[in-house]
């Protein structure tokens, strides 16, 4: 009270308080400012009268090297219509950072901010600070006056309404750990736990008996549970799919992925369930070759090629001669000659009468006729003299004998059996041929350098905006045909089909390798189907068609920040509620860009949405501090009497003057950062604000 008194003097030059009311020596605003600085007075609230807030000082005022804090406050919560109206005179002059006070006539702590009514439904006024520390509460939200003040209606301001599911408590070994649905920021020395209770709370206490990294962590008879809304359960991982509306997104910078130019398919698989992206994962290319029916037809041309049976006795001049052939039977055993000659005599005589024979005078025949029919007669007489000399001279017994040869050389020959065999076999043997160059054919067409060529390109699939996925198999097998594969180069020809006959008339039926052809085939099967598994599949994550993976560390941790955050804001435009979950988002990122991409980006989402709650671990001052954690949770190790390890988590907020140091001693940054930091840690330093600070 005496530097106030001292320094009020002074303003007024020790005029007595009787005349300090008159106007022309009411003194300046750069005066009072000045006056209260040197008199060490450095935290100042100025209160307007209610009608004319308009004219207040906007914290923008251009004043330099200010070392006290200054406020705007405005009296009569009461009338919360003319306050929002007021207020809306700073928003459209762009001035939508300043501090400002609500004054109400309830001072109840008990009830406040309940009406005077304590009715639930009737708030007037939501003040988010600790209470403990009154005037510190004040003065850090006057710094941050959109986070850590709102008003029901102003725009432009933090939503006064917690999101409908979030992450509200961690029990551990049975005690509370209150989380608030705004950002909580988990900091400690390193091996204080922190990362160890962001897994605990992602994937439960029993994960760790599997894993490598925190099974010595492991306590069987640790009570651990997080509750998000109604529901509580051992941890995110068993209650996510049961909460409609609610996702996780994790940005886990030790993760190895993110130190690989690609991922593979379990790799993917998890960062698109962290990222909440949707993929459908390619199963692979399976080739379905035809391997049954190509080695069954090629077993029967082998079996057929090698047939032997009746080649030895095979008479080719005779089975394969192009003459038709008859049997003739032996007919002139036993033959009447002397009947035969008798009749045939008995015809040629009767042809002389028939010269004269007449009808009166007229006769039958005419001179032609009778020419005709002596023609008729000498050829009876010669089969008469033919069929004597055959009776005289012995020629039946010889033709006999020459007949019963032919039938026996030319019609009952066993070469022509055996002819007949070969040419059914022959005809068999064409069919099997048919259907084993079909067989090629389709074995030869399954698997194709096109499909090699079009299978190892690249695919696109768009994700959003200007993001996306590609995919691509990678091998380091060349392409190699059928034919190059299981065929021998000596015996390799423009086809499989030729190729594999070639081996078989030339090689013995033995392939490549010396190898049976049913081994080779399956082999070439193998290697076909081992080019384009699902294993075998690198993703990428693209921004502007450009990969995200192979860019430097750097590059690539902010693009994946930048990522998740428009993946969230897109969701939380459709009021889906999400808790983020970064594990030291600053690694690889410089200071400016942590600021620029994480902190500042996070303020802005915690002032336009009310589903929005974060759980971070930080080494970094920008993401803790800068960004407004309402909740830092301090982790600290503790050795017990009997030398084990024990995990102690601490809440608070940056209000506490104790808490706040403890807070600075364990996070880094610098003189400049903490410079840059001053208004938030209460310390009196010369203030200068420069772009992008707080």
Known sequence: LVKIETAVNKLFNDVELVERNKKEIYPKMQLIFKTFASNGIQHILLIPHFNNKSKGLPQDIAIENLNFLCFNAYEDSNNIENIQKSLNIYLENGFDNF?????????????YPLDKNNGANDIKCFILGNINEPFNSIKTA???????????????????????????????SGNPLKLSPYQN?????????????????KHGNESFVFSDKYKDFYNQDQNFKVIIGNQTASSLDEIRTTLDSFKIYEFIQQENYYYKNSLM??????????????????????????????????????????????????????????????????????????SLLESLNEF??????????????????????????????????YKITLLEKIRDSGFESSIQEKLKKYNSEYVNNEAKDIKNEMINDLDSFYNDILCFSKECIIFEKKFTEDDYNNSIKENLEDLDGIYGISWKYQTDKEYKNVTFAVVKDVNRKDSFFKSVLSTITNSNNFFSNNKPFNEQVQKY?????????????????????????????????????????????????????????????????????????????????????NNFQSLIVTHNANVGITADSENIIIAKEILNDDSSKQFLYEPGCIENKSFIK?????????????????????????????????
């Open 99 to 111: 501090p400002f006070a609500v004054f109400s006539d309830n001072h109840n702590l008990q009830i």
């Open 142 to 172: 006057f710094q941050e006056a959109r986070l850590r003040i709102s008003l029901s209606g102003i725009t432009n301001m933090r939503k006064n309404t917690y999101p409908v599911k979030y992450l509200k408590e961690i029990i551990i």
């Open 185 to 201: 920021t988990i900091i400690g020395k390193f091996g204080s736990g922190k990362s160890l209770l962001l897994e605990k709370i």
């Open 265 to 338: 398919i379990d790799e993917a698989k998890l960062l698109f369930k962290q990222l909440n992206i949707n993929h459908t994962f390619n199963a692979g290319i399976t080739y379905n070759f035809n391997k049954e029916k190509l080695i069954s037809s090629f077993d029967s041309i082998s079996a057929k090629v090698a047939k032997t049976d009746g080649k030895n006795n095979l008479n080719y001049g005779r089975a394969f001669d192009t003459q038709n052939y008859y049997s003739f039977p032996i007919i002139f055993e036993n033959s009447d000659y002397d």
């Open 348 to 381: 040629s005589n009767s042809y002389d009468a028939l010269n004269n024979l007449t009808i009166g005078d007229v006769l039958i025949f005419s001179p032609e006729d009778i020419q005709q029919i002596s023609k008729v007669k000498e050829i009876i007489d």
């Open 525 to 609: 099967i193998d290697y076909a189907n081992s080019l384009f598994q699902k294993n075998n599949i690198q993703y990428d994550i693209l921004c502007n068609n450009e990969s995200m993976l192979k860019k430097s560390a750097g590059e690539k941790s902010s693009m994946f920040i930048r990522l998740i955050f428009d993946l969230i804001e897109k969701d939380l435009s459709n009021s889906i509620n999400i808790l983020m979950i970064l594990d030291q988002p600053e690694d690889n990122i410089d200071n400016d860009n942590i600021y620029n991409q994480i902190a500042d980006r996070i303020k802005k989402l915690k002032l336009k949405y």
């Open 662 to 694: 403890e807070v600075c001693d364990i996070l880094e940054g610098g003189k400049k950062a903490m410079e840059r930091r001053t208004i938030k840690y209460g310390i009196n330093i010369i203030r200068k604000v420069e772009a992008n600070e707080v």
